[in-house]
């Protein structure tokens, strides 16, 4: 159900082209009315009252720069990176990524990074899609998604709403999407006007609990192939790891010390590691 909503929301032409003026306005004042006389070429339907959403700008997670294995069978082998300690924490990563769904794990990846939204309901945009006023706090490794601050977003519910219900709610970040609509709400009450703004999928995401745990241990060694993204630190190979670089001084015995710009002086530098899970 979530998913075709999502595919509702997503998969409409990307049609509605706008000039790069236009492109990263972030409040309401920053919409675009359409012209008096509802001629603009591009929109025929600029005195229609209908809601049209169109993907606007996809959002990206990161890659991995590298993959490894965590197998289950040396699990706290004495040498192995494999402990119960480092299971438990790629497990909480793990459940974290995932949303419930009705696939045959019970779960899927989350395409997009996860968050806490309140909202308060602005417009109905039909589908259970609505323009919300909304704040969330900043997502993903380097704060890739930027926190919300009594921002309007779309959101697509679970479940039916009403306009003026106000919530809380875990988000999945699908991207920015522009919304062409006539405003119902003050001050743009009456206008027709196009809305860039951030998009969330309401979801559920997978317990951390000693049981969710089980069951994905469970999981993996009946051969369901799992994979889990997260940040680890890696020694800075610009500096290995020292901190600073070496720049030899004429005339001096000591190499001037530079700090090192690439780990900001840490000896550490943050990547993408994939990790997959086998028996
Ligand atoms: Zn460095």
Known sequence: MKFRL????????????????????????????????????????????TVVITPFRLLALPNAKMVRTFQLSKLNRIGSFETTKELQRLYTAFASQRILDGSPV??????????????????????????ARAAWPAAGPNDALAAGVDTMAVLLLDKPAKVGDSGKLTGMHVGMVAVRLSAEFPPLAGRRLTLRRE????????????????R????????????????????????????????????????????????????????????????
Do not use: M, W
């Open 106 to 131: 019970g779960s899927s990846r989350a395409t997009g990074y996860l968050t806490t939204i309140n909202y308060s309901l602005l417009q109905d945009l039909g589908d259970q899609r609505f323009l």
């Open 6 to 49: 999502l595919l509702a929301l997503l998969t409409l032409p990307l049609a509605a082209q706008t000039p790069p003026n236009n492109l990263f306005g972030t409040k309401a004042s920053d919409a675009q009315p359409a012209p008096a006389d509802g001629s603009a070429p591009e929109d025929p339907e600029a005195s229609v009252n």
């Open 216 to 279: 994905f241990a469970e999981a993996i060694v009946a051969g369901v192939e799992l994979t889990v993204l997260t940040h680890e630190p890696i020694s800075c190979k610009t500096c290995g790891g020292l901190g600073f670089t070496r720049e030899p001084q004429k005339g001096q015995l000591v190499d001037k010390r530079n700090p090192c710009a690439e780990c900001a002086s840490t000896g550490k530098v943050s990547i993408a590691i994939e990790t997959k899970f086998v028996p």
């Open 199 to 214: 998009a969330f999928l309401e979801c559920a995401t997978l317990e951390d609990s000693p049981g969710g745990l089980q």
